[in-house]
C-alpha cells in the first residue's frame, strides 16, 4: 500500500472574487502546489471538526499538535509555535506573548466566520516579518459586498443560515448563527457561536479525563463602497473560551506516578479584536491596487493552578493590547514586473498579575511578565516578480525589520531595553517546462526576534519551570528548496523538497535537575542553544476516475521531515530536534456527481489517516510527559462521510471517524487523539 501513499494533496490555487485581501497575499508567477494549499471556509465547516486547528487538519492534512482540547498548534516542516506565523485579515495574530512552543492561538477564531484559509509551507518572513520561518496560516473572514459592488452575486436584500454540529465522542455540540444585509453601498453580515464540550473517549473506548471546556464567539463585518473599486470595511471578533484543562499537568503522562498539578486550567481565554481597512483596486498614478489596515485587539489570559500536594492556590492574569497598522502597493511596471511593497508597525502594552491564596489568606506576587512590558515592531518590503525572460520567472524580495522591548524590574533583576534588527532577501525562479508542468526553486532568508515570552517571561511548561533571559539574540534561518508541479485536465501532483538551518535557535537549558525522583520541578532557562537542521519532502497526487464528467477521484498525501541539532548545553555533535513529526499522510476516495436529481446518491468520502512511529527523539523530548520515551508508534484510521442536500436550503453530513477505534496519539500532543465517533451536521439557509 505505502506506493499508493506517496502522494500529496493538491489543490487549484484560486482567489475567490468576493474576498477582499491585500496584495502581499496574493499568489506570485512563482507560486507552486507544494508550497502553497488553499481551503474555504465551506470545506473547514464540511469536516464537522470541533474547532479550528481540528478542521484544518482533517481537510488539509496539516500536522497539528494539540496538547489540550482547546489548543491547536499547526505544525509545517517540523516547525511550530512562535515559528508559524498566523495572521487573520492580514494582521498577525502571533502577538509578543507567543508561546515558543505548542498555543492556542488558532483555537481562538470561530470557524463559521472563515470564508478562506491560505497555508504557506516554507520561509515567509520576507513579506511577513518574524516568526514565519517555517510558514504562514492566513486566515480571511467572511463578509457581505455591498450590492453595487456584487450584481453577480447579489440574491436577497436580506439572508441567513444557522447550522449546528454534534459528535459522540465528546457528547458536544457547536451551533452557529449568522445573518447578513446589502442595500445599495453598504454590506454587512453577522456570526454568533456556541459549544459545550464534554470529556471524551479516546480509541478503545478509553476515557480521557479533563478535557472539558465551554465558550462563545461573535463576528461583524461592515463593507462601504466608497467607489466601483474603493471598498473601506470594519470587523470586529469576539472570541471567550472557558475553563480550559491543561491535560497533561491534570492527567498521569509518561514517566509519571502522579499528575504534577491537581488544578491547572485556563479559566479565560478572551481574545478580541478590531480591523478596519481601506482597499483601492482602480489603477492609479501610484499603485493598480492598494490596501491600508489599522488594527487594535486585546488578548487577556486568566489561568488557576495548585501543585499536588500543594495547598497554595495561584491565580494569573496576563493582558496584551495591540495596535497596529499595515500598507500595501502593488503596481505593474510594464510588461516585465508586478512590483509590491509595503510597510508594518506595531506595539504591545503587557499587564501581568497573580494572586496566590493559602487558607484563605490572598497575597499578591510577581506575574508571569516583568512589569511595564511592552514590544514594538516595524518593517518595510519590496517583491519584484520578472517576466521579461520566459519561459523562465523569478521573484525577488527583501526585508527590513527592527524590534525594540522594555520591561521593569522583578524579583531583584533590573529592568531591560534592548533593539534588534535583520535585513533579509531571497529569490525564487520557475521554469514553464511546457504541457503543464513547473519547476520552482528558491533561496530565502528568515528571521525570528525574541519576544516577550522570551525575554520577559517566568512561567511553567510540560517539564517544569522555564526563566526568561533578556540577553537573547535573533535566530536566523536559511532555506534552500525546490519543486516540481504537473497539471493536467483531470489530475494534477506536485514533489518538493526542502532544507532549512536555523541558527542561534532559542531553546532551553536545564539549571536546577530538582528531585531526580520526581517530574515537573525541574527549571530552565531560555537560551541561544545552538543551531537547528530541517530536511524534508512533500509528495502528491489528485486525479479524477474516468472522463471530465466521473464522480469519481482519489488524493493522497505524504510529508517527511528529517531534523537535527546542535546544542552544546545537552552535549557534542547532533541529536534529533525536538517534536518533529514522524512520516505521514493520507489517501481518499471521493464521490461527487456533478449532475444530481431528487433520486441522486449523495456526495461520499472514504479515507485513511496514518503516521509512522517516532523513535528519534531529543533528549528534552525523552523528559516531556506528553512524549513516550520509547517513542511514538505508528497508527492508521478509517474514517467515511456522506453529505447531501435535503432541498436548496438545507444540507446535512454524517461521517464515521476511526472506524476501527484505534488507540493513537499524535507525535507531541498532551491526550490520546478521538476514537470511534459519529459527527452529524446540519445547514439551514434562509
Known sequence: MLPLLLFLFAQDFELEETIITAPRAEATVTSTLARVTVVTGDELVATGARSLPRALAEATGVWMQETSMGGGAPVIRGLLGAHILVMIDGVRLNDSTTRLGPNQSLNTIDPAIVDRVDILRGNGSILYGSDAIGGVVAIWTKG???ETQDPNEYLRPYQGS???TYDTAIEG???SIEGSAAYGNHGGLGVASGFDFESYKAGENQSVDNTAYHGHSYFGSYEYAVGAQQTLRLTGTVSRDFNVPRTDKLNVGYGQTEPTHSDW???????????LSYTDEEPGEVADRMQVRVNLSTYTEERDRTKTGSSVSVHERDEVVSVGIGMDWQRALGTGHLFTWGLDASLDDVDSTR???????????????????NYSRFGVFVQ????????????????FSGYDFQFGERNGFQSSSDQFSSLIGGIEAARDLGDGMLFTASLTQGFRAPNLDDLANDGSFASGTE???????PEESLTLEGAIEVSRSNWNGSFGIFGTQIDDYIGRVLLDEGNPSKDGDEVYRRENTGEVQLYG???????RLGDELSAYSVDGSIAYVHGRQKDPSVGSGYFPARRVPPLNGHLALNYEPLEQEWFYLPNARAWILWADKQDRLNPQDVTDPRIDPKGTSSWLTYNFEVWGDFNPDATWRIALLNLTDELYRVHGSGVDALGRRLVIGLRLEF
Open 265 to 275: 486550567r485556563y479559566s479565560l481565554q478572551d481574545r478580541n479584536g478590531w480591523v
Open 467 to 473: 526563566l526568561a533571559n533578556p540577553d537573547l539574540e
Open 384 to 399: 519584484d516578480e520578472l517576466f521579461s525572460y520566459a519561459p523562465w520567472y523569478f521573484t525577488i524580495g527583501a526585508r
Open 537 to 543: 519532502a512533500d509528495l502528491g497526487f489528485w486525479r
Open 162 to 164: 444557522a447550522e449546528a
Open 355 to 373: 494572586e496566590d491564596t493559602d487558607g484563605g489568606v490572598t497575597t499578591d506576587q510577581p506575574g508571569a511578565f516583568a512589569p511595564d512590558a
Open 173 to 175: 455540540v457547536r451551533l
Open 144 to 146: 457581505r459586498r455591498a
